[in-house]
């Protein structure tokens, strides 16, 4: 069976602090592939990041970093000084080995507050 | 702005009574997908429709279903409401990322659903 955690239900830092969103996955397939989404209070989910889970390269975008440890099967993310704007729900989400699949399985959420 | 329009954006239901929710893709895709979210909860996969018939359905009852029509929009239907049902419905497409060109799953703001 497919599972995702995401263990923090809420985390609050102050503008420019550094924040690691934790997300941990259980699959049986060799293949699958890992997201992670941001969900505003407008509801929308915004894609963020895709990765396979045949490229363990840690990605950086902007002030967005993640990293990718299949041997601890966590896909963690992490905001470099944090801005008011980040404060959203943040949601980890694993899919099976179709890359065109339209069923992903979504972690509980970590909303993420970034107080002025 | 995704692309992925539902209607309507709130709706309040009672106990009992059936609801159509909809959803249209900018893009046309012929492959769209629905989620529930309820409070707090990360969305989960209601089913999925590929070219007019469904195709993957979550741990949802038959009182859940879908239309998929021939210019790729959608329904959701929900017979026999319960209060359980009250949620956040989320239609999805299929869209491709922008950084890295991945086939990414593009979502709607959503149907805020209550059931009284």
């Known amino acids: 069976a497919q599972k995702v955690t995401q263990a923090q239900t809420e985390i609050s830092v102050v503008e420019k602090e550094d924040v690691t969103l934790d997300c941990v996955y259980e699959?049986?397939?060799?293949?699958?592939?890992l997201f992670w989404y941001k969900q505003p209070p407008s509801g929308e989910l915004v894609f963020l990041i895709r990765?396979?889970?045949?490229?363990?390269q840690n990605e950086i975008s902007g002030r967005y970093s993640w990293n990718f440890q299949k041997s601890t099967s966590s896909f963690n993310f992490t905001i470099t000084a944090s801005q008011v704007v980040d404060s959203a729900v943040y949601f980890c989400?694993?899919?099976?080995?179709?890359?065109?699949?339209?069923?992903?399985?979504f972690g509980q959420g970590t909303t993420l507050q970034v107080k002025p | 702005e995704t692309g992925v329009t539902q209607s309507p954006t709130h709706l309040i239901k009672t106990r009992g009574q059936q609801v159509t929710l909809r959803c249209s893709s900018q893009?046309?895709?012929?492959?769209v997908s629905w989620y529930q979210q309820a409070l707090g909860q990360g969305p989960q996969f209601i089913f999925q429709?590929?070219?007019?018939?469904?195709?993957g359905r979550g741990n949802f009852p038959p009182r859940f279903s879908g239309l998929q029509f021939p210019n790729y929009s959608s329904e959701l239907n929900v017979n026999a409401l319960e209060l359980d049902d009250s949620a956040l419905y989320l239609c999805?497409?299929?869209?491709?990322?922008?950084?890295?060109?991945?086939?990414?799953?593009?979502f709607g703001a959503g149907s805020r659903l209550t059931v009284l």
């Open positions: 893009s046309g895709h012929n492959t």
């Open positions: 989400a694993l899919s099976g080995p179709s890359s065109n699949t339209g069923k992903l399985i």
């Open positions: 999805a497409t299929p869209g491709t990322s922008g950084k890295s060109g991945a086939n990414v799953l593009t």
């Open positions: 699959t049986r397939d060799t293949t699958y592939y």
């Open positions: 990765r396979n889970s045949f490229d363990e």
């Open positions: 429709y590929y070219r007019e018939e469904e195709n």
